[in-house]
């Protein structure tokens, strides 16, 4: 865990563009193209913590991980 990543569970757009040092339209571009994922409320999206955390790259999902053990089989 980032220890520089504010406690909360769940961050707009521009927060987490101030985090990753990007712009706004970046995050909605990695959103739209899946990098980030995103839940909409109302007209606003909201990035879950863990995975801000992947798109910093101080963790990796759930999904990678299943992907990695595909990709990687232990005889």
């Known amino acids: 865990m980032n220890r520089n990543l504010p406690k909360q569970s769940h961050f707009s757009t521009v927060e987490a563009a101030k985090l ?8 909605f571009n990695r959103i739209k193209s899946g990098l980030i994922p995103a839940h909409k409320v109302g007209r606003n999206f909201v990035i879950g913590r ?5 798109a910093l790259g101080h963790t990796i999902t ?14």
């Open 50 to 54: 863990e995975d801000l955390e992947a």
């Open 20 to 27: 990753l040092h990007v712009s706004r339209i970046t995050i």
């Open 62 to 75: 759930a999904r990678q991980k299943d992907e990695i053990k595909r990709v990687v089989k232990k005889p």
